[in-house]
C-alpha cells in the first residue's frame, strides 16, 4: 500500500529541450576518467597505477581513512595518467578504454541466501559501497554504523533531469536484487518514491514502503521525502541510492559484472536533437553532446548533471560519477541595457514585481547563465521560504553556516540537508549568493568537529 507526499512549497523551472524518449548508444569514448573529488571528503589512496592494466571493476584507488572502501574503474584498459594539482592532490584517473570490455568476475550471488554482513562485504569489494550515501552530511555511507532506514527517490523534478519511469523501463530484475540486498542492510523499512500518476517500474516492487511524491521542485529530493516520511534527529543515520545506480548494484548482484553503464539525458535548449545515451560512468563529455550536435557553439555552457547542482566542464571533460543527465544551455555573458527596470516577460521569478511568469505556469523557457546582478550581503526578503519545503528557516541556517555557529547549525535542523536543498534558494536569491557551497562547507565542519 501506498502512502502519499503532496508537496506544496517550490517551484518549477521548466525550461526548453527536454530530451527526447528516443535512447541511442553514445559514440565510445577513448577515454574516461574518474575523479576522487566526485566522493567528497574522500582521500585517495592509489592502488592502480599509471601504466596498469585493469578490468572493469577492479580497483583504482581506495579510502585513506577505510582501505576496505574501494574506488572501481568503469572500463577496462590502461591508467595512462594520474592527472595531479597543487600539493599533488589527485584530480584524475584516467583509463584508456579497450575496443573488447573485460569485466572483472565477482560471481554471482543469491542475495536471499546472503546475510546482511555478506552483502556488504560483497558491495565494498566490488567497488559498488560508493553509490550508498547517506544522512546526515551527505557523503558516502559509513559502513560501520547501521541505518535507521534507506531511501530511493524515483520522482524527478529538477529543471531536464532524466525521466527514471523510461530509464528504468524493463530493469525490474535488477532493481529488484537490489532493492532485496539493500533490505539486508538495515533493520529499518527501504522507502521508494514515485510520482503520483507515474508509471513507474519501482512501484510494483518486493521489500519496499511505497510512497507517491506530488508537487513542484524539490519535491524530488530526497531529503524532502525523508522529512516527510522519516525526520532525522541526532545520532541517526539515513542511507539514500538513486535508481539508476540500483541497476548497477543490482546487475552486479545478477551476473557478477560490475557494468558501469549509464543512461543518460542530453537536454537544453542549445542542443539540437536533445535525447537519452547509453554511455559509461567518466565518458567524454564530447562523445555524447557533439553527436547531437549544438547551437552556437562558441557561446555554449556544458553542464554535468542539472542546471541547478550540476558541474560546469569543458567540452574535454568527462561525466561525473553520480549524474545522469548533461545540460547544455546558452552562456549567459550578455547584459541587457536596464534590465532591473522593465517588465519582464521571458525569465523565471517568485516575484510578482514586474514579471509575469506566474501567469504562465506551463510556459517553458530558454534561459541562459546570466545571474542577472552581482554578489552582495543578505537581503531578508522572505522568498526563500516560499520555495523550501522543510520545516526549517533556510536564511537563519545560512547565516549560522556562514559564521560557523555550530550549535545554531545543530538546532536549525543542518543534520537533515544537503547542498542541492539549496539550489532552488540560490537560484531566487536577490542577493546572489552561493548558496550550496555554503551548506557544503558547514556539514563539512560539522562532519570534523562532531563527526
Given at each position: 500500500?501506498?502512502?502519499?507526499?503532496?508537496?506544496?512549497?517550490?517551484?518549477?523551472?521548466?525550461?526548453v529541450g527536454d530530451a527526447e524518449r528516443i535512447t541511442a548508444n553514445a559514440t565510445r569514448s577513448n577515454v574516461y576518467a574518474i575523479k576522487p573529488d566526485d566522493f567528497h571528503g574522500i582521500v585517495p589512496k592509489v592502488i592502480a597505477k599509471q601504466g596498469t592494466e585493469v578490468k572493469a571493476g577492479e580497483p583504482l584507488?581506495?579510502?585513506?581513512?577505510?582501505e576496505k572502501m574501494l574506488f572501481p574503474s568503469p572500463v577496462s584498459g590502461e591508467v595512462v595518467e594520474i592527472v595531479r594539482g597543487a600539493k599533488r592532490k589527485i584530480l584524475a584517473?584516467?583509463?584508456?578504454?579497450d575496443k573488447e570490455q573485460k569485466f572483472a568476475d565477482f560471481g554471482v550471488k543469491d542475495v536471499n541466501a546472503m546475510s546482511g554482513d555478506e552483502v556488504k562485504i560483497h558491495l565494498l569489494q566490488s567497488g559498488c559501497w560508493p553509490f550508498i550515501k547517506q544522512r546526515p552530511y551527505d557523503v558516502i555511507a559509513n559502513p560501520d554504523v547501521a541505518p535507521k532506514a534507506i531511501f530511493v527517490s524515483g520522482y524527478t523534478t529538477a529543471p531536464l533531469a532524466a525521466d527514471y519511469d523510461y530509464v528504468l523501463e524493463g530493469r525490474q530484475n535488477e532493481l529488484q536484487a537490489a532493492v532485496n540486498?539493500?533490505?539486508?542492510?538495515?533493520?529499518?523499512?527501504?522507502?521508494?518514491s514515485v510520482g503520483k500518476n507515474a508509471n513507474s517500474p519501482l512501484a510494483g516492487l518486493d521489500n519496499i514502503t511505497l510512497h507517491n511524491v506530488s508537487g513542484p521542485h524539490p519535491a524530488g529530493n530526497v531529503s524532502v521525502q525523508i522529512a516527510k516520511v522519516d525526520p532525522i534527529n541526532k545520532g541517526e543515520v539515513v542511507w539514500v541510492v538513486t535508481p539508476q545506480d540500483l541497476l548497477i548494484i543490482g546487475e552486479l548482484l545478477l551476473t557478477g559484472?560490475?557494468?558501469?553503464?549509464?543512461?543518460?539525458?542530453?537536454?537544453?535548449?542549445?542542443?539540437?536533437?536533445?535525447?537519452?545515451?547509453?554511455?559509461?560512468?567518466?565518458?567524454?563529455?564530447?562523445?555524447?553532446?557533439?553527436?547531437?550536435?549544438?547551437?552556437?557553439e562558441g557561446n555554449i555552457r556544458v553542464i554535468s548533471g542539472d542546471v541547478l547542482t550540476g558541474e560546469n566542464v569543458k567540452p574535454d571533460g568527462h561525466l561525473g560519477y553520480y549524474h545522469n543527465t548533461i545540460s547544455v544551455i546558452p552562456e549567459g555573458d550578455d547584459y541587457e541595457l536596464f534590465g532591473w527596470n522593465k517588465p519582464i516577460f521571458n525569465k523565471i521569478s517568485p516575484s510578482r514585481a514586474l514579471t509575469f511568469s506566474w501567469l504562465f505556469p506551463n510556459k517553458k523557457y530558454n534561459l541562459n547563465t546570466n545571474t542577472n546582478g552581482e554578489h552582495r550581503a543578505f537581503v531578508v526578503?522572505?522568498?526563500?521560504?516560499n520555495v523550501f519545503p522543510l520545516d526549517i528557516y533556510p536564511l537563519q541556517l545560512l547565516k549560522a553556516c556562514a559564521v560557523y555557529d555550530l550549535d545554531a547549525m545543530e538546532q536549525l535542523g543542518m543534520y537533515e540537508v544537503a547542498p542541492e536543498d539549496f539550489a532552488l534558494t540560490e537560484f531566487i536569491c536577490v542577493s546572489k549568493q552561493p548558496h550550496q557551497q555554503i551548506i557544503r562547507e558547514g556539514l563539512d565542519l560539522m562532519l570534523k568537529e562532531i563527526g
Amino acid at each position: 500500500m501506498s502512502k502519499d507526499i503532496r508537496i506544496r512549497k517550490g517551484l518549477d523551472i521548466k525550461l526548453v529541450g527536454d530530451a527526447e524518449r528516443i535512447t541511442a548508444n553514445a559514440t565510445r569514448s577513448n577515454v574516461y576518467a574518474i575523479k576522487p573529488d566526485d566522493f567528497h571528503g574522500i582521500v585517495p589512496k592509489v592502488i592502480a597505477k599509471q601504466g596498469t592494466e585493469v578490468k572493469a571493476g577492479e580497483p583504482l584507488f581506495h579510502s585513506k581513512s577505510n582501505e576496505k572502501m574501494l574506488f572501481p574503474s568503469p572500463v577496462s584498459g590502461e591508467v595512462v595518467e594520474i592527472v595531479r594539482g597543487a600539493k599533488r592532490k589527485i584530480l584524475a584517473f584516467k583509463i584508456l578504454g579497450d575496443k573488447e570490455q573485460k569485466f572483472a568476475d565477482f560471481g554471482v550471488k543469491d542475495v536471499n541466501a546472503m546475510s546482511g554482513d555478506e552483502v556488504k562485504i560483497h558491495l565494498l569489494q566490488s567497488g559498488c559501497w560508493p553509490f550508498i550515501k547517506q544522512r546526515p552530511y551527505d557523503v558516502i555511507a559509513n559502513p560501520d554504523v547501521a541505518p535507521k532506514a534507506i531511501f530511493v527517490s524515483g520522482y524527478t523534478t529538477a529543471p531536464l533531469a532524466a525521466d527514471y519511469d523510461y530509464v528504468l523501463e524493463g530493469r525490474q530484475n535488477e532493481l529488484q536484487a537490489a532493492v532485496n540486498a539493500l533490505s539486508k542492510l538495515t533493520e529499518g523499512k527501504v522507502h521508494v518514491s514515485v510520482g503520483k500518476n507515474a508509471n513507474s517500474p519501482l512501484a510494483g516492487l518486493d521489500n519496499i514502503t511505497l510512497h507517491n511524491v506530488s508537487g513542484p521542485h524539490p519535491a524530488g529530493n530526497v531529503s524532502v521525502q525523508i522529512a516527510k516520511v522519516d525526520p532525522i534527529n541526532k545520532g541517526e543515520v539515513v542511507w539514500v541510492v538513486t535508481p539508476q545506480d540500483l541497476l548497477i548494484i543490482g546487475e552486479l548482484l545478477l551476473t557478477g559484472k560490475f557494468n558501469a553503464e549509464r543512461t543518460i539525458a542530453l537536454a537544453g535548449s542549445s542542443v539540437k536533437n536533445p535525447k537519452y545515451y547509453r554511455t559509461k560512468i567518466g565518458a567524454e563529455v564530447a562523445s555524447v553532446v557533439y553527436d547531437s550536435g549544438v547551437f552556437d557553439e562558441g557561446n555554449i555552457r556544458v553542464i554535468s548533471g542539472d542546471v541547478l547542482t550540476g558541474e560546469n566542464v569543458k567540452p574535454d571533460g568527462h561525466l561525473g560519477y553520480y549524474h545522469n543527465t548533461i545540460s547544455v544551455i546558452p552562456e549567459g555573458d550578455d547584459y541587457e541595457l536596464f534590465g532591473w527596470n522593465k517588465p519582464i516577460f521571458n525569465k523565471i521569478s517568485p516575484s510578482r514585481a514586474l514579471t509575469f511568469s506566474w501567469l504562465f505556469p506551463n510556459k517553458k523557457y530558454n534561459l541562459n547563465t546570466n545571474t542577472n546582478g552581482e554578489h552582495r550581503a543578505f537581503v531578508v526578503t522572505g522568498t526563500y521560504e516560499n520555495v523550501f519545503p522543510l520545516d526549517i528557516y533556510p536564511l537563519q541556517l545560512l547565516k549560522a553556516c556562514a559564521v560557523y555557529d555550530l550549535d545554531a547549525m545543530e538546532q536549525l535542523g543542518m543534520y537533515e540537508v544537503a547542498p542541492e536543498d539549496f539550489a532552488l534558494t540560490e537560484f531566487i536569491c536577490v542577493s546572489k549568493q552561493p548558496h550550496q557551497q555554503i551548506i557544503r562547507e558547514g556539514l563539512d565542519l560539522m562532519l570534523k568537529e562532531i563527526g
